[in-house]
C-alpha cells in the first residue's frame, strides 16, 4: 500500500516568507508526527496530532510555527515569517494509534530559506 | 525527561563482519520503548528493530540484534555480516509509554562499510 507522502519535496523560499508543508499519513493510521532534522543533527518532535487535535505541541521551536490535521488524514506544517535557522528536513510520520509501536516515516521536505 | 546518547559519530567496519553502535538511555518512566532507525543518504527513515522495556529477550530481526541491558540502560545494536548497502546513518530513539507518544532521537552514528 502507498506510504507516507510529503510536497513539496524541496522548497526554497526567501526569508520573511511564508511556507506549508503537507503531509498525507497512511490510510487508517490515527497518529501523526511532525520532526525536524537540521544539517547532520538528529530528529527533533515538533507536533503529534491524534486524530484532529494535538495534544502536545511542545516541540514547535516558536509561535511562527502551527500545524493543523483536517479529517484526520492530512496534515499541514505551517511556519510564518520564515528565518535561515528555519532550515532543515521536515519530516511526518504516522502510526496505527498511538500506541502502535512503529512509526512510518515520510520522504521530507527539504526546506532551505535565503 | 528522555535522553538519547550515541557517542559514536562514526563507525567504520570491513564488509561480511559484525558492528556494534552504542547507544545509552535515560528516563525515570519504567515502561518505554527502544527504536533504531537507518537513514541512507537518500533521507527516508527505516525502522529497523524495536525492545519494549518489559520484554525478557533481545530483539533480533534478521541480521539486526538489539543488545538490550536494562540496569546500564543501554541498547546497542548489533549488525552481523555487514553489507556495503548498511552504510547509512543509524539512530537510536525511545518513546515513554505512559508520556509523549513522539520518539526522541540520539544524533547518529554514519556506518560505513568498507569492501
Request: with cysteine; glycine share 10%; charged share 20%.
Amino acid at each position: 500500500g502507498a506510504g507516507v507522502s510529503q510536497s513539496p519535496s524541496n522548497k526554497v523560499t526567501e526569508k520573511g516568507k511564508d511556507v506549508e508543508l503537507r503531509c498525507d499519513p497512511i490510510s487508517g493510521h490515527t497518529a501523526l508526527y511532525w520532526y525536524r532534522q537540521s544539517l547532520g543533527q538528529g530528529l527533533e518532535f515538533l507536533i503529534y496530532f491524534q486524530g484532529n487535535s494535538a495534544p502536545d505541541k511542545s516541540g514547535l521551536p516558536s509561535d511562527r510555527f502551527s500545524a493543523e490535521r483536517t479529517g484526520g488524514s492530512v496534515s499541514t506544517l505551517t511556519i510564518q515569517r520564515t528565518q535561515q535557522e528555519d532550515s532543515a528536513v521536515y519530516l511526518c510520520a504516522s502510526s496505527l494509534s498511538p500506541k502502535a509501536y512503529e512509526q512510518y516515516f515520510g520522504p521530507g521536505t527539504r526546506l532551505t530559506v535565503t | 525527561a528522555q535522553k538519547i546518547t550515541q557517542t559514536q559519530p562514526g563507525m567504520f567496519v570491513q564488509e561480511k563482519e559484525a558492528v556494534t553502535l552504542d547507544c545509552t538511555y535515560d528516563t525515570s518512566d519504567p515502561s518505554y520503548g527502544l527504536f533504531w532507525y537507518k537513514q541512507p543518504s537518500s533521507g527516508e527513515m527505516i525502522f529497523l528493530i524495536y525492545q519494549g522495556s518489559y520484554d525478557q529477550q533481545n530483539a533480533t530481526e534478521g541480521r539486526y540484534s538489539l543488545n538490550f541491558q536494562k540496569a546500564r540502560k543501554s541498547a546497542n545494536l548489533v549488525i552481523s555480516a555487514s553489507q556495503l548497502g548498511d552504510s547509512a546513518m543509524y539512530f537510536c530513539a525511545m518513546r515513554e509509554d505512559t508520556g509523549r507518544r513522539a520518539l526522541t532521537f540520539g544524533s547518529g552514528t554514519r556506518l560505513q562499510v568498507q569492501p
